[in-house]
Every structure is written in C-alpha cells, then in structure tokens.
C-alpha cells in the first residue's frame, strides 16, 4: 500500500515536468504521431463504412426487401388461395417473377443474358424505381400500340446497340424499350449476384413470352406491406400456420438481405485485421520513436537520478508524455477516419446494391481509439521501463555504449496485459472469432519471425570476419554494432512487404487459374432451361454448327436440404465453414453412371440398372458440412415434395473447371417423373461461338445461353473491385512500414552524426562515407526482401492450398518485383540520412563529445 502511495505521489510533480518538457516542441515525435494516425484512420474508416452501410441495410429493409414480408419459392406462384391469405387484414400485396433469359437486338444477332423481373401494377411497395429520363415505371412498363414497355439498365443498351423506343426481343415475345434504369430498390433482397443486367417489363407481359416452361428455373415472391400497428412477427406465424407444406421461404424487412449482409461483415473482418497489421507495423515505429526520445533525454535522465529522483518519476514523466502525444495521434486518426467514409462509400458504390448512411459512428470510432491507446501502451512500455531501471552511469555511456538489459517484471506483466488487450479486442469484436484468431497467432507467429530474422541477420553479419573492402566492412559493421537499426527496418518494412508478396501471389494464381486452366477445360457455353421435347432437336442445332464439339447434358431440379438424419438441417450442421449449403436450393440431377471428372472417395457407386429405394450421392462438401457419410439418411425437399434418401457414396469433384456437375445426385427411379429442365455444355472455337448463339436464339428463344466468357468476365469486375480494396489496405501497411522505416534512420540520425565526423577525421571522403553507409542499406534491403519474399510466397501458399484448395504456383516476378522496392525504398531513406548526417559540422561535435 505504502509502494503505492509513493508511486502515485510523484505524479502531479511527473505531469508537470511532462508539461514543461513537451512545450520544446514535437521534434522526433512526427513519425510517432504518424504511425498511430495511420492505423486508426484505417480501423476508423473500416468501421465506419461497415456502420454506415449496415445502419443503411437496417434503416432501408422495408424499400431493399421490397414489404414488411416477403415470400419467395422457386418453379411456381403463390396460389390463389395464398394470395387472398396475405392480403386479409388490408395488406397491400405485390407479386413478381425472376430468372434469367436472352435478350436480342431486333437483328437477332446482337443478344444478351439479362437478369428478367417481371412485376405487377402495385409495385413497388417502399422506395421508388428511379429511371433516367424520370418517367414513371407503370406508365413505361404498360402496354402501347399492342407491345408492353421494357425497363432496362444502362449496360444492356450497350451491349445491344439500341435506343429507347427501339425493339427488344425476349423469348417469343418484342418489347418496345421505354426507359433506362436508375435504381430499383429491392434489387439486393433477391440476388446480390448477377450474370447480366436488369431487364424489367409487367407482369401480365410474361406469359407471352413463351418463357413459363413447366421445370424452368422461375423465382416467384409474393411482398406484403402490413398495416400500422399489426404484429408482425404474430402475422407471420399465423401464414406458416394456415400453410404449413408452402414451399416458399419468409424474410421480414429485419433481415432484408442477408447475403449482403454476411458480405459486409466479411469485408470489415478483413479489412479490419489489414488495418490493424498496418497499426501494429505502426507500433514498430511508436516503440523506435519511445526508444530515440528517451535516447535523447539519456543525459536529462541521468541527472535527474544523480540528484535523487526515484525511478517511478522518471517513468510516469515518460509515459505522460508518450500518452498525450498518442492521444494526439489518435484524434487526427479519429478525424481522417470520419471523413475517409465519404470517398470510400462511393468507391462502393459499384460494388454493393446498398447506400451507405454517412455519419460520425462513436462506436466505431471509440474502438479505433482503443486499438491506438492499446498499440501505444505495448509497444512503449518496454523502452519506458528500461529507462526507468537503467542506472546513470549508463545513460551518460549511452552514446557509445547503449545499455543493455530488459524492464522489471511489473512492467513486462504491464507489457503483455496490454498485448493480450490487443489480441483479446481483435478476437471479441470479430464475427469470424475462428478467422481473427488464426489472425493473432499468425501475427504472433510473423513478429517472431522477423526478430528471429533480424537476429540472424545480426549474428551473420558479426561472424563474417574481416573483409578486405573497407566500404563493405563499415557497411557489415553497422548492421550488427551496438544501437543498429536492423531489427528496425527489417520488421516494420518487412510486414507491409509481406502483406504485398502474399496479395500479389494469391491474385497471381487466381487469374492464372481463371485465364489459363480454366479456358482449357471450360465449355464454351451453357445452356439452362431445356424442356424434355427440346433436348434433341437442340442438340443436333449446335452439334451441326462447323467448330463445336463436347456437347453434354444433364436433367436438372432444384431443391433444398430440409433434415440430415432425422434432425433438421440448421441444426445438424456440424462444420459453419460449410453452411452456404443451406443458404438457398441447390441444384440436383440423377443419373446412373457416375459423372465425368468426379470419383468415389467413400462408398460405392449404384448399378447402372438400379431400381430401389431413393439413394443419393454427395459431393465432400456436404459430407463435411454435416459430418456424414455412406448410410447416412438426408432429406431434400424438391417442388414441396420431401424425399428421404441413403447416402450411397461420397464424391470428389473439381467445380473450378466449369464442367456440368452437382452437389447432389440421386439414382434412377426418383426423379424422373417431376417437372424438370435439362442443362447442357458445348465447346466452340471463337470464331463458331456467334453462329451458335444466333441458331440457338433463333429456334428456341426460351432457352438461356450463358457465354462462359462473358461469366468470367463478371466474376472478374467483381474481383477487380474487391481487390482494389484490399490493395488500397496493404498500400497503407507498407506506407506504415516506410514511416517506421523513416523513424529508424531519423533514430540513428545522432549515430550516424558521429560516425561520419569520426570517419572524415579519421581520412575517409564524403564519397567512401556515403558508399560504406548505402552498402548497409543496400544489404538491409536485400536482406528485408529475401525475408517478406519467403514469408509471404509461404502465406500465398498456404492460402491457396488450403483455404482455396486450387494448386500453386510459384510467380517471381512478385518477388522479384517486391526485392526491388524494398531495396530502392531503404536506399532512399539511407541516402538521405546520410546526406544529412555529412553535412553536418565537425567541430561542434568534438567540442561537446
């Protein structure tokens, strides 16, 4: 109690000389302030794009989802019966179809695979379908002159060559092109993914069309608007209730777009976690700072023991004067990350159907603060408590001699409290705990390997013996002489290095996939939606075309996994990585032979001539998403019929190749009889892909054809967006590790002083100096790329092969190009801190040493 005491006692007498000291200026501190408003800018503007959009997602669930409830099931629409049920109670009610189909230029060569959504006179029930000329949508969409009004988004006039009041052809029916489309504000309830533009017309038109084929793959929502005052929840119940064997699923505006939903999330976890490596690559530079200002003060420290002051004071007057500096770093981070939400929100706009909602969001601001007070606190308290146990003999031999040796137990406690606060802060406010865990122990893991490098390097270098070039002695000399910076530079540079090597291989091997491998073995074209009397006739259309080959096809259904076992399938799933399984209907197809490019890894395939009881194979995932295998009992409900089958086999199969293949297969005897479609692949050579398309156009304007090109190429645009994203974060990591980079040299600027004045008195010229001091920044650049080189081709590795599980390939260029901005990076910041360190004088350096 009495230790206490006196330790607090120093305090006001701490805080006054912390005042008294800091009035001389921030002098060695600017690299500090700059690192830690780096990394909070970046936490800070994460958060509060995520609030934003998440508030918007929340506050806009009435207009995104289109009601207060909405009701969507696949093949067919709500009955009759359904329809007055919804609408009892004086709810306004509005229906829509969605698929996809082909839309055509009048000459019928031009075509195009658009997202259809056909929509009644009541819609929409909340928001506002904005269309560029700002016509009305019902009035756009009615019928005149005997031809319905389209709808449709920019792109697609594009991509056709027409104009408004142009025709469009959709299946067997020409509408007259009315509008371009703004903004449609359910568009993300349905389907944050698209192949192809939005192309809207009326409700009433869709039956012309000739595209309502019995199995074709239809998504039909009904979207209710309730009442004021009516229990939603209670509503909702009293429906299931009345229609408990309904095939649709029910969303309520709380949960409007779910997938957007997880996206956004998923997005603020990484890109949360980038921003915190850039801070702790930032904490790197606050302890390099701490450490080159107590450096400074060694005299002042010294004297201030000499005359009796106790080293508690000399600690409290520190680490006051380190708390207001971070918390002057930490406000301007706060205010960059307020204001960097309005340029990053309108990055985003191309990215998410969702506005964000702007604002100042204290939570996500309080816990930036909280990240940079945490950073500050581990990262300082080592140097504050060697200083405050180092004796004064030793500061006054500082200079020369830096003293050695590591802070009591108190303050190394103090030390890893505030690392686990750190770790523990990261972890807790993640919604992937998992994912930010491997995060920490990854940069635990990291951190040591680069001091354990750095250690290395140091101990190489000392142990080299005596070279005959002086410049590289010097250089070797400095890299393991007492006060070096390589600890220094190799771990702040290193990190942001690393980030970049692992970004750049992983989207290496990502477009080499895509652009090599996958042309390779890819069809050139599928084709969805093929009735039973069409699969011939089509068949012998493209087979006839000059160039295509490899035509193949399959019965297709949709269906849903409803029980795994006997207990409902939400519950049995036993691997979370895995439930994008149940996220919608998944597609199903029988067959008896197994499927090209597909094994048995358990169990064994069914007869060819099988009649028996439904059996089911399943692709790993499923198996690993419920932990299951041959025997198991699954139940999928396909067009409101639930069938319960045995799990015969599990299967291995490769997706990424685009061949026709699905997550679950039955065996003859079940499916047959249900309303199904037939799906099918062809491979073209380039120059035949357009003959294709006009002959399939042409005889049968029902079926959709899905250009694996022009697929991919959209995959790609959404890639693109994400990355950008990603690179802008791993920019701001490796400009935190240029900063820290910067506040090494500016540390050892005092070093480098005295060593150019020893060496010029000693004979050396401005030009041996400065060619011995850029061959240790040389070798320190080397050396850092060698190290992020090997760490980061490691995580791309890693990455690839286990969460991706795609092959992997090693590209060094990306290395290659990492090893040289390193190098020039370090021999920049060198060169200009030796160039300072010549200029300065002689004289008033020997005179006061």
Request: charged share 15%.
């Amino acid at each position: 109690m009495g230790a206490a005491n006196g330790f607090f006692a120093n305090l006001p007498l701490a805080l006054r000389l912390a005042r008294r000291e800091l009035r001389g200026g921030l002098k060695g501190f600017w690299i500090f302030l700059a690192c830690l408003t780096l990394g909070v800018a970046a936490i800070a503007s994460v958060q509060s794009v995520s609030s934003g959009l998440l508030d918007g997602l929340a506050s806009d669930g009435r207009a995104i989802l289109g009601g207060d409830v909405a009701f969507r099931q696949l093949y067919t629409p709500p009955t009759d019966e359904q329809k007055a049920a919804l609408a009892e109670g004086g709810g306004r009610v509005s229906n829509s179809a969605e698929m996809r189909a082909m839309a055509r230029a009048d000459d019928e060569v031009r075509a195009s695979l658009v997202e259809l959504k056909a929509v009644d006179d009541v819609y929409p029930l909340y928001g506002a379908v904005t269309l560029r000329d700002g016509g009305d949508v019902k009035a756009a969409l009615a019928k005149r002159d005997g031809r319905w009004g389209a709808v449709v988004e920019a792109s697609l006039v594009d991509r056709l060559g027409v104009k408004l009041g142009d025709p469009v052809h959709l299946g067997d029916s020409v509408y007259r092109l009315a509008g371009i489309l703004d903004r449609e504000p359910d568009r993300a309830s349905s389907n944050a993914f698209s192949l192809g533009p939005r192309l809207l017309v009326a409700l009433d038109s869709l039956p012309e069309t000739g595209l309502l084929q019995p199995g074709s793959l239809t998504w039909w929502s009904a979207k209710v608007a309730l009442p004021d005052g009516t229990d939603r929840l209670a509503w909702q119940e009293g429906v299931k209730a009345r229609f408990p064997d309904a095939a649709w699923r029910v969303r309520d505006f709380t949960n409007a777009s779910p997938q957007i939903e997880r996206f956004i999330d998923r997005m603020t976890l990484f890109l949360t976690l980038v921003g915190l490596t850039a801070l702790l690559v930032g904490g790197v530079g606050v302890g390099n700072a701490v450490r080159s200002h107590l450096d400074s003060r060694a005299r002042t420290i010294a004297m201030m023991k000499c005359i009796g002051a106790p080293g508690a004071l000399v600690f409290q007057l520190y680490l006051a004067q380190i708390l207001a500096l971070a918390l002057v770093g930490i406000l301007f981070g706060l205010a960059l990350g307020a204001v960097a939400p309005l340029a990053l929100s309108r990055l985003l706009e191309d990215v998410l159907p969702v506005s964000a909602h702007i604002g100042v969001y204290p939570g996500a601001l309080a816990l930036a603060a909280l990240y940079g007070v945490l950073t500050a606190l581990t990262f300082s308290l080592w140097p504050l408590g060697r200083a405050r146990e180092v004796p004064a003999g030793a500061l006054f031999r500082d200079v020369i001699a830096p003293a050695q040796g590591r802070p009591k137990a108190p303050y190394l406690a103090a030390m890893g409290l505030s690392a686990l606060a750190l770790a523990g802060l990261a972890v807790a406010t993640a919604d992937n705990k998992l994912f930010a865990l491997w995060f920490v122990g990854g940069s635990i893991a990291t951190f040591g390997a680069f001091r354990a490098a750095a250690g290395l390097v140091t101990w190489g270098a000392a142990r080299i013996g005596r070279v005959r070039r002086p410049g590289l002695r010097l250089a070797l000399a400095n890299l393991h002489r007492p006060g070096n910076p390589t600890a220094a530079v190799v771990l702040s540079l290193g990190l942001g290095l690393t980030v970049l090597v692992a970004i750049a291989l992983v989207q290496g091997n990502f477009a080499r996939r895509v652009s090599e491998t996958i042309p390779k073995d890819a069809p050139s074209f599928f084709f969805v939606d093929i009735q039973r009397d069409q699969f011939e006739p089509l068949k012998a259309t493209v087979t006839e075309v000059p160039g295509t080959s490899a035509f193949e096809a399959v019965p297709s259904l949709r269906g849903r996994i409803e029980s795994v076992n006997g207990v409902e399938a939400e519950k049995a799933l036993a691997n979370p990585e895995q439930a994008w399984i149940l996220a919608g209907d998944r597609g199903i197809t029988y067959a008896a032979k197994l499927p090209e490019r597909s094994q048995v890894v358990a169990g064994s395939w069914w007869a060819a001539d099988y009649a028996g009881p439904p059996l089911i194979s399943i692709h790993q995932s499923v198996a690993e998403a419920f932990n299951i295998g041959p025997g198991a009992k699954l139940a999928v409900n396909i067009l409101g019929r639930t069938i319960e089958a045995t799990v015969a086999n599990v299967r291995a199969a490769d997706f990424s190749t685009m061949a026709i293949n699905f997550t679950m297969v039955f065996a003859p005897g079940a499916l047959e009889g249900a309303p199904q479609t037939w799906i099918a692949t062809i491979r073209s050579a380039p120059e035949a892909e357009e003959a294709v398309q006009r002959a399939v156009l042409h005889r049968f304007p029902n079926i959709t054809l899905v250009r694996v090109k022009d697929a991919l190429d959209t995959v790609g645009d959404m890639l693109s967006h994400i990355g950008t994203a990603v690179r802008i974060v791993a920019g701001i990591t490796l400009i935190a590790g240029t900063l820290v980079l910067a506040g090494a040299v500016a540390a050892g600027h005092r070093r480098r002083v005295y060593d150019a004045v020893v060496l010029k008195v000693l004979g050396a010229t401005r030009a041996d100096v400065l060619r011995a001091f850029l061959l240790e920044y040389g070798l320190l650049g080397v050396l850092t790329a060698i190290i992020a080189g090997a760490i980061g081709t490691l995580t791309a590795w890693a990455v690839m092969r286990f969460l991706m599980r795609w092959e992997w390939t090693f590209l060094p260029s990306s290395v290659l190009t990492t090893a040289l901005l390193s190098t020039a990076i370090t021999l920049a910041f060198g060169f200009y801190g030796t160039w300072r360190a010549l200029g300065q004088p002689s004289a008033p350096l020997l005179r006061n040493e």
